[in-house]
């Protein structure tokens, strides 16, 4: 069966400070892979995607980037962290045809 | 994908069925709807999908009107770990966009003992 780890589960970081966050998927072959970030008591908004190796998609501007250095290994980064990057990132996988998306159980990333 | 409409939140009785409405009246002929939930403090959880035909399994029923412009999720026997904010999304089944993935603010359901 299909599993995704993300990690850390929680992780504090100075204004300024770098990120790297990481998802990992086992048990698929060349899946669509997803970044999202929620505000409390919102939605989920869409940050990246990506279909393949090295192929990333962006959907809003801002202070992060994303990687695909592997089929099944999707980084989320930051050469320095604003506070409003602060919320709950999550990452998903599909098949590379069809969805539905599966989804890891989170970052929670707090700025001070 | 087209726009969804949910209400903010409902209450449901434990062990009553909980019926979760969704309004999708853009939806076009080759999307689907699906439905997810979270639990606090946890990634989403995929629940069912459906086109145009009534679905069922193991975790909930999915009802859709003939027109398509709406759908009802149904938790037949709803319990105090059903408590959560439901999403539901309309996107074609094929990734032929992998993006535009959007996610509203979902219905908080609390289901009460």
């Known amino acids: 069966s299909q599993t995704i780890h993300q990690w850390p589960a929680t992780l504090v970081q100075p204004v300024g400070s770098p990120l790297s966050l990481e998802c990992t998927v086992e048990?698929?072959?060349?899946?669509?892979l997803y970044w999202y970030r929620q505000a409390a008591g919102r939605g989920l908004q869409l940050l990246f995607y990506?279909?393949?190796?090295?192929?990333i998609s962006s959907e809003v501007p801002q202070n992060l980037s994303a990687s695909r250095p592997q089929d099944r290994q999707f980084i989320l980064s930051s050469k320095k962290l604003l506070l409003s990057d602060s919320g709950f990132y999550l990452c998903?996988?599909?098949?590379?045809?069809?969805?539905?998306?599966?989804f890891g159980d989170g970052t929670r990333l707090s700025i001070l | 994908d087209a726009k969804t409409t949910q209400p903010p939140s409902m209450d449901c009785a434990e062990g009553r069925a909980a019926n979760l409405p969704c309004n999708h009246s853009?939806?076009?002929?080759?999307?689907?709807v699906y439905w997810y939930r979270q639990i606090h403090s946890q990634g989403p959880q995929y629940i069912i999908h459906?086109?145009?035909n009534n679905e069922t399994n193991e975790m909930a029923s999915l009802i859709i009107t003939e027109d398509r412009k709406s759908s009802t999720l149904i938790l037949p026997h709803a319990t105090l770990r059903d408590t959560a904010v439901y999403y539901c999304?309309?996107?074609?089944?094929?990734?032929?966009?992998?993006?535009?993935?959007?996610f509203g603010d979902g219905t908080t359901l609390t289901v009460k003992p």
């Open positions: 048990g698929t072959s060349n899946p669509n």
């Open positions: 990506s279909v393949g190796i090295g192929q």
């Open positions: 459906g086109l145009k």
């Open positions: 999304i309309v996107r074609p089944r094929f990734n032929t966009n992998a993006g535009k993935s959007t």
């Open positions: 998903a996988w599909s098949g590379p045809v069809v969805q539905p998306q599966h």
């Open positions: 853009t939806i076009s002929g080759n999307e689907y």
